[in-house]
């Protein structure tokens, strides 16, 4: 429809990219130009340059650590979650008894937020620790499995379902080709299922990948960052910078900056990554 | 069928029942929990109720009075439920009018709604509170302006994504009829989305419910929504109340089941439609 009259488009479209402008455009530029900047409020603002951007790194360490650790974090769950997910889906498309039971099972914590799953993985972890006669907040490592093990139970469901569609997907004529060629459960994996399943496993490692940055809920409410901060992501890094101490709003959109351009960065490159393997029919 | 994948198929079977007993128990134990008193739930989280540590429905009750759960219920099923009403409205008539209408501004409209998608939460999060402070929709209804504005990205994207498999020949068979761009999308377009309107229900609906940060930055000084409710029973350290804790996370994953187990079908498709889709 090439030639709608502007009132019409404007009626489609300005109720939507009024709500956009004003809940996101704008608050984002404001965001970056709020980040050379040290306010208290936006009016008060005044034009430091970049010295945000070398404080973030500089006036202590909490920011790296929490760079360090969303991105081992991030490794560690995307590897799991994805080689668990897959696993599970070769399983449940074995036309087993019970499948679409097991399915209903291994997704459902998927649905459940961020806030209650920390809460309820707390309990679980800190029965286990006390044993021990010490709790989660007692090291960091303890916090990291136990965002690992919190992680892997919300999304390897999630992600499982998504491989099952996959592998659905796949032509019977290729998998009875293959048998009839003589191909072992092996060969047919490698040679069929893995290659054909490329366009959910990019699917995958996008949602994974950028979850795992993005992670906030879950790691407030399971250890909320203890022991001091060294269990704290970047995004709740940024939140404290930001909510914990007045004087450091600039400081704490310029870290915010930082983590939207990696985010960015990371998500483009795992996509153009993912997507060059995919099979080109 | 042969006995040697019999034995295996059992095998497997019994794997994943174990592994199934094994997901739920995290949600049992917590369930289990909630019927015992405050101080006999960290020590010993894996104990059945006794009838010394047995509190019947106290917890329940303590919990709802110090969070105001009823109310937090209330509200965020009024959010949720106007939010992603209006989201998957306003959305589809965009991305049907961008797909539709080639132009530089439906491309420009576009790419800044799906790179919106890419954007962390906390890059704006002080910014947009304060834009809400200033335009006065810090509030249930003011709120549901800003779920439109973020969840526009996906939603479009998605319907995008849709809206190009529909041949265009019906909506101009449409038009040669005398519908109008509205006629058009309301009659002929509009029944045609329907299972992607599910969808991109679904998909909001799976975020707004359980979205934390973007209410509690707006309105959580004044109004509670559940995750709201359940983060400030935390309180300050040590004096968080072990059983209203339980009994809240009962009240609040309760909801999501029976949602879940009167719509799975549609929720499990819906989510892999908008994943394969997004």
Known sequence: MPGMPKRFYAFFTLPTMLAFTLAFLIPFLLGIYLSFTEFTTVTDSRWVGISN???????????????????????????????????????????????????????????????????????????????????????????????????????????????????????????????????NARQMLAGIKIPLVMPAFTICTFLTVSNSFKLFDQNLSLTGGAPARGSAMLALDIFSTFYGRTGYEGVGQAKAVVFFLFVALVVLLQLRYSRSREVVN | MDRQHRVRDGLTSAFLALLAALYLAPILIVLVNSFKGRFFISDAPFALPTARTFVGLQNYLSGIAKTGFLQAFGYSLFITVFSVATIVLFTSMTAWCITRVRSRTSSLFYYLLVYSMIVPFQMVMFTMSKMANVLHLDNPVGIIVLYLGFGAGLSVFVFSGFVKSIPVEIEEAATIDGCNPIQTFFLVVFPILKPIYITVAILNTMWIWNDYLLPYLVIGSNYRTIPIAVQYLQGGYGSRDMGAMMAMLVLAIVPIIVFYFSSQKYIIEGVVAGAVKG
């Open chain 1, 53 to 183: 951007y070398v404080r973030a790194f500089t006036d202590d360490r909490n920011f790296l650590n929490a760079a360090v650790f969303t991105v081992k974090f991030a490794l560690v769950s995307v590897v799991l979650i994805n080689v668990l997910a897959f696993s599970l889906a070769l399983l449940l498309t074995r036309k087993l008894r019970g499948t679409n039971l097991f399915r209903t099972v291994f997704f459902m914590p998927n649905l459940i937020g961020g806030i209650v799953l920390g809460y309820v993985w707390q309990l679980i972890i800190n029965g286990v620790l006390i044993n021990f006669g010490v709790d989660i907040t007692f090291s960091a490592s303890y916090g990291f499995w136990g965002l690992v093990v919190l992680m892997n139970w919300q999304m390897v469901g999630y992600m499982m379902v998504i491989y099952i569609a996959g592998l659905q997907a796949i032509p019977t004529e290729l998998i009875e080709a293959a048998k009839i060629d003589g191909a």
